[in-house]
């Protein structure tokens, strides 16, 4: 595969019609040398995430069609769900893949931000690698207020989008667009229904509030009816899946709660299960080099 | 990746000499489109594994090469070594990679067997999914009375070779070639010197002792001075390395006893390694297309 590949994951507000989610995916399978990777759909946080992978002007054109679909096929004033979002399209981020750099991504994410505005009147948020000041680099903050909120705080000092009138798309909101590295989605289920233990679980395991670096959680309810503590894991280097999902054990414990059982949501690079293994092996010595399938891949 | 690959384990009876090693690895990496992945001598069982993959006919090419090199290099009239042994080219699995079938290495097996014969008079027996016989299943049973007591062996009833004369070859004994599924050589390690307690929990996890099925075990005193519980793993689908770990772990832990560590000796497939990550986060709904890399690869 090429050197010069960028991977896009939007979000988007529907989680539970499958007509729609499959137009999506379908606007991004139509655009040729963009790799659909991983499509997942939550029907409790009504959202789905795509996965896909290509070179960048590609990317750019399967990104806008992603948005463009969502716009026309999602309206935000019926919309409800467990997670936070501000429009129908809620994020895009760009995700260097190989020789690629997080500044090739951030290049993408203004020029796809300028085609958002353009064609489909679409206020755009830089954020992550792309925001355009400290206070808007973290996705929770931005999302803060949701689509419902989204009008007043457009006025607010600070918050006018990056691009775009401050008044939100009526049916649509706004969108986040970023260049962030490869994050891992990543939800615990807890064998209780009260959601409170979720959000305190989440509240002791986030760097937010003083927590894990580089761990964003926040406490929901399942499908299932379970509570979820839903994570979002930004650097593995700075803290494994096996230490987050220890510390949930261990937090989940001292409310007299055990995990139920855990869900990847959309891609995770080998490394990261690799060092689940390892860990809980106690393996040492161990290199990536010994998985069969490492070699032949070469 | 092509879907038509196999990997062949040549287990050689030299640990000691260099020369002979390298001249042995060097047959493989002289065949166009074979890959050496994993080359791991052992000196006090005197002893080197060679694991390679590449299609089927370049892998019988590859394979019949070592066997050329080690019977041309090694007299096991001089041999000694830890490690029970019938010649100098002791046995030769292929294993199953991808869409490849057991039945195509079976196929592959006989087809090499009869070339070890026609060309290097080596008589063979066939083991693992190519066996002729129910008692011809194991390589222990098949190795049993070693290479002194070959020629006394193919005279008994029932062990006379599959293919070739039932006379040894005068220094190079014979061939043990099979196919069998990926097998995984595992190590634990136990926080303690006490060989016995290692022998004490090998007996209790190994199948032929009533234990796991699908697991070979043995205790032994690691080159640490720990005291070692050495495990095959036969068939991950039965008994994978995270019930063995448990096991072993659980049995040490009658004993007062924790594990200190472990190591995996040469490759792994990536499937058992995210089974102990599955297992461990106790992942649901999780699939290997989730790996990234699973997906750049194709």
């Known amino acids: 595969m090429s050197s010069r590949l960028i991977e896009c994951v939007p979000n988007i507000s529907e989680g539970r019609r499958a007509e729609v989610i499959d137009a999506v995916a379908d606007a991004v399978r139509r655009v040729d040398g963009v790799r659909l990777l991983n499509l997942q759909s939550d029907a409790s946080h009504n959202r789905s995430v795509l996965t896909f992978a290509g070179p960048p002007d590609r990317i750019a054109d399967a990104a806008i069609a992603v948005a463009a679909r969502a716009v026309d096929l999602i309206d935000m004033r019926a919309h409800a769900g467990e997670h936070p979002r501000l429009g129908a399209v809620d994020v895009i981020p760009f995700v260097p893949i190989g020789a690629t750099t997080i500044d090739d991504c951030v290049g993408l994410a203004r020029q796809v931000g300028e085609a958002l505005w353009t064609r489909l009147r679409l206020p755009v948020y830089f954020y992550a690698a792309a925001a355009s000041a400290p206070h808007r680099v973290r996705l929770p903050d931005i999302r803060k207020g949701e689509f419902e909120g989204l ?76 509570a979820q503590v839903s994570i979002n894991l930004l650097d593995m280097n700075t803290t494994s899946m096996a230490q987050v999902f220890e510390a949930v054990r261990s937090e989940a414990e001292q409310h007299g709660i055990e995990v139920a059982d855990s869900e990847i949501v959309g891609l995770v690079p080998l490394d990261t299960l690799l060092d689940v293994a390892r860990t809980h092996l106690r393996l040492r010595d161990f290199d990536r080099a010994q998985v069969l399938e490492t070699q032949l891949m070469e």
């Open 151 to 226: 009008a007043e705080k457009m006025e607010a000092e600070g918050w006018a989008p990056d691009i775009g009138e401050a008044r939100p798309h009526p049916t649509a909101g706004a969108v986040v667009v970023g260049a962030r590295k490869p994050l891992v989605a990543y939800n615990i289920n807890l064998n209780t229904p009260d959601v409170r233990i979720a959000r305190a679980v989440a509240r002791r395991i986030r760097e937010s509030s003083g927590g894990l670096p580089a761990v964003q959680a926040m406490g929901v309810r399942a499908a299932s009816g379970l």
